[in-house]
Every structure is written in C-alpha cells, then in structure tokens.
C-alpha cells in the first residue's frame, strides 16, 4: 500500500520559516502531480501548491506566492514545502497529496493519495 507521510508542522511566530516534508513510502513516486493543501479550523481545504514531476512545473495559490516553494526530489521520492514570512492565516494542518491526472489543476477532489497531514501554528 502506497501512503504518504508527512512531518515538519510545528508553531511559530509569524515571519518564521518551516520546511514541511512529505514521504512516499511503500512505493515508487512516480505520479505525474503531487501537492500541499491545506485546511483551516471550520474551513474547506484549499491548495497550496503543486509540482509536476517530470518538468517540475510549480502552480502556488495566491495567498502563498512569494512566501512559499514547493520542490520534489524524485530519486529520493520526498515532496517539500518551505514556508517563509509564516502569517497567522496559514496557519491550517497541511497535507500532502498525490494526483494522476496530468492536469489535475490546484483542486484538491482530483488528487487520489493523501497523507494525514501535519499540524501548523502561526502565532502573532
């Protein structure tokens, strides 16, 4: 059974910095598409980013550009996500997903594996 594992979620104050990482484990990474989302407390899950494997094509959110950079290392079938300038609005558990689709678009249905996420706390 394929599953992703992610770990790096912890609280900070805003303007600090975490590096989310998300494992495959139990397979080979070899999805077209893989991708962070994010939910907030009494919120919908909403994307954050996502990175095509073999061109390495990014797409980012709004809210996130410029903060935040997405990244893959296929040999070593790991997804990251760091996150600069951490405000209080992202703070949120985040997940990792999987998609193969080949243009699955930052919508979270169209993704097919998901991690259990992990925990971020923004604090001000």
């Known amino acids: 059974q394929v599953r992703l594992v992610e770990s790096g979620g912890d609280s900070v104050q805003t303007g600090g910095s975490l590096r989310l990482s998300c494992t495959v484990a139990?397979?080979?990474?070899?999805?077209?598409?893989m991708g962070w989302f994010r939910q907030a407390a009494g919120k919908e899950r909403a994307a954050v980013a996502i990175?095509?494997?073999?061109?390495?094509?990014?797409v980012y959110a709004a809210p996130v550009k410029g903060r935040f950079t997405i990244s893959r290392d296929n040999s070593k079938n790991v997804l990251y996500l760091q996150m600069n300038w951490l405000q209080v609005e992202d703070t949120a558990m985040y997940y990792c997903?999987?998609?193969?689709?080949?243009?699955?678009?930052?919508?979270?249905?169209?993704?097919?594996?998901w991690g259990q996420g992990t925990q971020v706390i923004v604090s001000s």
């Open positions: 990175i095509g494997r073999d061109r390495g094509t990014t």
């Open positions: 139990g397979g080979t990474d070899n999805w077209p598409w």
């Open positions: 997903a999987a998609s193969v689709r080949r243009i699955p678009g930052l919508v979270a249905r169209n993704f097919d594996t």
